[in-house]
């Protein structure tokens, strides 16, 4: 039996890293560090920080893989993602044999949390589904950027006693502000806030939380609408990439 760790490592900023990681990066024989191309170098280079400068025991090694690219055309969304999937878990598959030994344990390093918008988990239950290599794994929590936007806004994030809704920018227009009053959304290459028209609607924006490159901006979304737009699309051409993410509220404390 191979042992794996799915370790949630914090959403960019390497103290975000809990005790109980550290701890576990500290129990890995090899530990994997996704690659996903030039514009993504920042996201393997935390890990790599994250690994030199957490990791004490002297014995382990770092493996570095490619992540294989999700197809999309002439596929539904649901036959894209899970096409991914079954490829992602080939190469989880041929990593954990050819890179760990019997009895030996490897840790995957999630960004964020690994039970929030991330597949680590269900990929690795597909693995051990497909039974050719026998493995089982524990999960270790980490810091969301949820939780990093809510910190950087200084806000807590439901209203007293109210429901929280967190989607994607594909799904927001079904949520806010009809269903929910709180929407979190991530995973919006579409900046679908930009089509909410509601005067009320405050929006609370960040980009590359918990980086040396953060950016945060908040307020009436009819006002500041535009500067996000702005800030977004000019970060995005400096940096070359972007990760952001939203909360979007309508209403206030003990509002009934
Ligand atoms: C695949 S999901 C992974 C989420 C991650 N597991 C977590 O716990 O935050 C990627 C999305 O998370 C959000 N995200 C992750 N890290 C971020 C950061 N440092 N700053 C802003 N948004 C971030 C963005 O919405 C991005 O599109």
């Given at each position: ?69 999700r197809r999309t055309e002439?596929r539904?969304?649901?036959?894209s993602?899970?096409e ?173």
């Open positions: 039996m191979r042992h794996i760790l799915i370790i949630g490592i914090g959403a960019g900023n390497p103290e975000h890293i809990t005790v109980q990681a550290i701890n576990a990066l500290n129990r890995a024989d090899v530990l994997f560090i996704p690659t996903k191309g030039a514009n993504k170098a920042e996201l393997a280079e935390v890990r790599r920080e994250i690994c030199a400068r957490y990791v004490t025991r002297g014995d382990s090694r770092t493996v570095e893989f490619a992540v294989p690219i002439g539904s969304y649901g036959e993602v899970d991914w999937h079954a490829g992602i878990a080939a190469t989880y598959e041929d990593l954990l044999q050819h890179e760990l030994r019997e009895g030996q344990s490897g840790a995957f390093l999630v960004w964020g949390d690994p039970m929030l918008y991330d597949s680590t988990i269900r990929i690795v239950e597909r693995v051990r589904a497909r039974g050719r290599v026998a493995i089982d794994f524990e999960v270790v929590p980490g810091i969301t950027s949820l939780q990093a936007l809510c910190a950087s806004h200084r806000i807590p994030l439901n209203l007293v006693g109210k429901p929280v809704e967190i989607t994607t920018g594909r799904r927001l227009a079904e949520s806010f502000p009809a269903k929910s009053e709180t929407a979190v959304v991530m995973l919006d290459g579409e900046q679908a806030f930009q089509e909410i028209d509601d005067p009320d609607a405050e929006i609370y924006w960040g980009a590359y939380l918990g980086t040396p490159d953060e950016i945060v901006i908040s307020g009436r979304l009819a006002d500041v609408k535009e500067d996000i737009l702005n800030a977004r699309a000019q970060a995005r051409a400096r940096m070359g990439w972007i990760m952001d993410i939203y909360l979007l509220r309508k209403g206030a404390d003990f509002d009934e």
